[in-house]
């Protein structure tokens, strides 16, 4: 899996595709494929509590705080619980997700407040499944609108599966920009599936989206260089209530199999669109 997508990297970034209508070099950074880890804080979920081994961790019943950059490995189940990411704007974390079960009664399971980017890593062989409340009722300053929501970069990488099941709003929702590499994904929600403020980029995986909205969506119409969604691999699947990929500024997708069912448009942009042929169909 590794080797594929390093190929598909390695094409992306040395342009083996059509003519660009903006540059994408340096969009996937080492860090961004960095799906391997040696040594984890471990954190393990039951309804009960969790249990911690390491350091930069706080933890409130079955709330956890992750408050210091590094590797955290999250496995378990909990009915009720929620991981809140919140270090510095300066520092980064790795969440390694090993067979992780997290249903939010009152939120959503998994918020990142601050960071300068977190990764979520699916460990090899792992089923990691997200689910947020229909009502969000806990209180932060400002609040969450996406079952996994972080207000910084987040990236998705690895060869194991996630689910996310939105029930509120979005299903995965980033304010900066959005990056998934690799996996097994699998995103319900009511509004938006994925969403990244600033831009959502899509090197490879396998991935399904149920949208009744749209399906990917990034919307800053504002900073030159954003609101875009760049697609150069992977497997979509995508349903969507109005628009299936819709990107503010600009749209290009140069690689990949996307399947398509929309009651919107396939794709949407005020800005520039570039599409390879036969990359989108309809089902």
């Known amino acids: 899996m590794k080797k594929l997508i390093t190929l598909v990297l390695a094409l992306c970034l040395l ?35 969790v249990l911690v ?17 590094g590797t955290y490995m999250l496995s378990g189940a909990c009915e009720n619980g929620q991981i809140v990411v919140e270090i510095d704007k300066a520092e980064k974390a790795q969440l390694v997700l090993g067979g992780l079960t997290l249903t939010c009664l009152d939120s ?12 979520l890593t699916l460990a090899p062989g792992s089923v990691n499944t997200f689910t947020d409340a229909a ?16 207000r ?20 995965i929702g980033c304010k900066n ?17 994925l969403k990244g403020n600033d831009s959502v980029a899509i090197a490879d995986g396998v991935i399904t989206l149920t ?13 030159p260089g954003k609101g875009y969604i760049y697609i150069c691999g992977g497997t979509l699947d ?14 290009t997708v140069s690689g990949g199999s996307i399947a398509v069912a929309a009651e919107g448009k396939t794709v949407n942009s005020k800005g520039t669109q570039e599409v390879a042929q036969g990359v989108i169909t309809q089902k």
């Open 15 to 49: 342009g083996v595709v059509p003519a660009l209508a903006a540059s994408y070099d340096g969009v996937f950074t080492n860090f961004d494929q960095r799906d391997n880890w040696t040594e984890a804080v471990i954190i393990t979920f039951n309804n009960d509590g």
């Open 53 to 69: 081994n390491g350091s930069g961790v706080e933890v409130d019943g079955t709330m956890v705080r992750i408050v210091a950059p």
């Open 108 to 119: 959503a399971p998994l918020y990142v407040i601050s960071a300068d980017k977190v990764s």
């Open 135 to 150: 009502v969000y009722t806990r209180e932060f300053e400002k609040a969450p609108n996406a079952c996994i929501c972080s």
């Open 152 to 171: 910084d970069d987040l990236t998705i990488n690895g060869s194991g599966a996630l689910i996310v099941n939105g029930q509120n709003n979005n299903g």
């Open 177 to 193: 920009d959005l990056k998934i590499l690799s996996g097994a994904i699998t995103v319900t929600a009511p509004k938006n599936a």
């Open 211 to 223: 949208a009744g909205k749209d399906a990917i969506k990034a919307d800053n119409a504002e900073e």
């Open 238 to 251: 995508i349903t969507a209530g109005d628009d299936a990929i819709q990107g503010q500024q600009d749209v």
